[in-house]
Nanobody, 123 residues
Framework: QVQLVESGGGLVQAGGSLRLSCAASGRIFTINAMGWYRQAPGKQRELVAVITSGGRTNYTDAVKGRFTISRDNAKKTVFLQMNSLKPEDTAVYYC?????????????????WGQGTQVTVSS
């Protein structure tokens, strides 16, 4: 069974940095795009950053120049380096992956989510 496990969230002062990690495990054949989303209280979940298997990246305007997404394909892990954090970055951050997994009876492609990690930025 595929799992995405996030780590690295926490409490930080405005202007500080955090690095989130998300490791995929299970019977995974290939991982295509991986990304980070966030959801603040009372708001919809939004895309923060995405990275393709080839390394192309895309960011929401609010984090451009401050956040960097990267991945280690060998370790099936995606990272989000967050610098110059602002109070408005406070949210639960979710890892997301489009991947193909398999078992003895199937091969399937789908989208998987991590359980979320809290990031709180104090002013």
């Amino acid at each position: 069974q595929v799992q995405l496990v996030e780590s690295g969230g926490g409490l930080v002062q405005a202007g500080g940095s955090l690095r989130l990690s998300c490791a995929a495990s299970g019977r995974i054949f290939t991982i295509n795009a991986m990304g980070w989303y966030r959801q603040a209280p009372g708001k919809q979940r939004e895309l923060v950053a995405v990275i393709t298997s080839g390394g192309r990246t895309n960011y929401t305007d609010a984090v451009k120049g401050r956040f960097t997404i990267s991945r280690d394909n060998a370790k099936k892990t995606v990272f989000l380096q967050m610098n110059s954090l602002k109070p408005e970055d406070t949210a639960v951050y979710y890892c997301n992956a489009d991947l193909t997994d398999y078992s003895v009876t199937y091969v399937r492609t789908g989208t998987y989510w991590g359980q979320g990690t809290q990031v709180t930025v104090s002013s």
